[in-house]
């Protein structure tokens, strides 16, 4: 199944007198799944319903061919065989997305690219609603659909969104009709950048910037500052990563919260690391991408600029050693520690003031509530993540990250894991620590 997974730069959190991203959206969201062919077997059934059995895997086996016919379609280049699966009853955006889809690979230095029935988690997902509005001889047929595709140079692995397909059967076969049909149920089909519109790319030694052509004038000054934000990465986190990642920069915020499906309010964020969640390969990260909420991210000065990338790219080069357990007070901690301007004025105001309640932040408080208490998530989370450089050095904050990591699947609540990870990189468990750090706090900030 597929999904995604989010971390972010809050404004506030790098601009002392700034209020105005899996912070993230936190965690680990939803999952992602790499398969081959058609998985769609059936439960095993009595002789009455063997008949309906067969019926159901023939049409999937017809639809996943129709799919891979769409693949290699768009990687040989052929726009009007890959657009000819579109049904003619289809509604003009879904076509027209689906042609600058196809425009917008054949700008990228594609390697790979599957569509891949799903029915692993989902099932067949049409309703009676469907079998109204598309006419029930139309057999409308909503699947989940896995699209994977590989940039060279940039994704050793798939990179991989979810689409929620309707299909309809006509004289000359199956067709595919509409991408939105379970939006009322908050199932969003994936969107990429040039669904949207065209885009230009450009190219640094480590990055790839992709945008839209209002945006290819700022590219050289975003790779330059990506770049110098990689060197202070490379110098402060000790464990080795991969070093080429793919910057995206929608021209609008609508863009920016479709593509991240966002269900909270993004106006207070500069910056995304986007990942998908391949839960068939022990939770794998797959498919990482920093996404630039532009509005926000180009009002900011040069030296900002940077310490946002810094961020973010800190996320990217943890991603690999990330799992279901790592809390986002962990994720945003460390992502602020290694920032050159990482601003703990909120939470030393709140400290003089009285209010700091002296425990670390729930994934929650990162992406919900006034923007006041979103920015001093952050600001609480670095604070706790230099104390523990302070009193343990780096290379025991980054053990303590790869150990909380590593546990995939597994019994235990995220504290639990927490408290043995601590345990095992300091020789203090959660409480303790967390009392430690509130009294070095109160020490550090209540003057």
């Known amino acids: 199944m597929g999904g995604l997974v989010l971390a972010a730069a809050v404004l506030g959190a790098l601009l002392p007198a ?8 936190p965690g680990w969201l939803a999952g992602v799944g790499e398969r081959g062919s058609v998985r769609a077997s059936p439960p095993e059934t009595s002789s009455a319903t063997a008949p309906a059995a067969a019926e159901l895997t023939g049409k999937l086996a017809e639809i996943q061919g129709v799919l891979e016919g769409r693949a290699r379609a768009l990687l040989r280049g052929d726009r009007r065989e890959f657009l000819s699966a579109i049904d003619r009853d289809a509604d003009r955006d879904f076509a027209q997305r689906q042609g600058r889809l196809f425009d917008g690979f054949q700008r990228l230095p594609l390697l790979d690219y599957r569509l891949d029935v799903s029915l692993d988690v989902f099932g067949e997902l049409t309703s009676s609603e469907e079998l109204q509005r598309y006419e029930r001889a139309a057999q409308p047929t909503i699947l989940h659909v896995e699209q994977r595709y590989r940039l060279r ?10 689409l929620f397909l309707t299909f309809v059967r006509r004289p000359g076969g199956w067709r595919v009709i509409s991408d939105t049909d379970l939006d009322d149920l908050t199932m969003y089909s994936g969107r990429l950048l040039w669904e949207f519109g065209p885009i230009v790319t450009r190219e640094s030694d ?48 609508e863009e920016l919260v479709r ?23 022990q939770w794998d990260l797959v498919g990482h991408r920093i996404i630039l909420h532009w509005d926000n991210f180009s009002a900011q000065s040069d030296q900002v600029q940077q310490s946002i990338l810094t961020h973010e790219l800190l996320h990217i080069a943890t991603r690999e050693l990330s799992g279901p357990f790592v809390p986002a007070f962990v994720d945003e901690g460390v992502a602020e520690w290694v920032t050159t301007d990482a601003s703990t004025l909120l939470l030393a105001i709140r400290v003089s003031a009285g209010t700091f309640d002296r425990r670390l932040p729930l994934d929650h408080e990162f992406i919900t509530g006034e923007n006041e208490d979103i920015v001093n998530s952050y600001q609480e989370s670095y604070s706790f993540i230099r104390y523990a450089d302070d009193r343990f050095g780096p290379r025991a904050v980054a053990d303590f990250y790869r150990r909380l990591g590593r546990p995939r699947v597994a019994p235990g609540t995220w504290r639990y894991h927490v408290d043995r990870a601590m345990l095992g990189a300091f020789g203090l468990g959660f409480g303790q620590l967390q009392r430690r750090w509130a009294e070095w706090a109160m020490d550090s900030y209540g003057g």
Do not use: M, N
């Open 259 to 281: 593509i991240i499906q966002a269900q909270f309010d993004v106006d207070v964020f500069v910056a995304f690391a986007y990942s998908g969640l391949d839960r068939d390969h």
């Open 153 to 162: 140079g940039y994704d050793p692995q798939p990179a991989l969104d979810d």
């Open 206 to 253: 480590h990055f790839l910037y992709v945008s839209h052509p209002d945006l290819d004038g700022v590219a050289d000054t975003i790779l330059a500052a990506a770049e110098r934000a990689l060197d202070r990465v490379s110098v402060v986190w000790p464990l080795s990563f991969r070093r080429k990642v793919v910057i995206l920069a929608p021209s609008e915020s």
């Open 18 to 25: 700034c209020r105005t991203a899996p912070g993230d959206a």
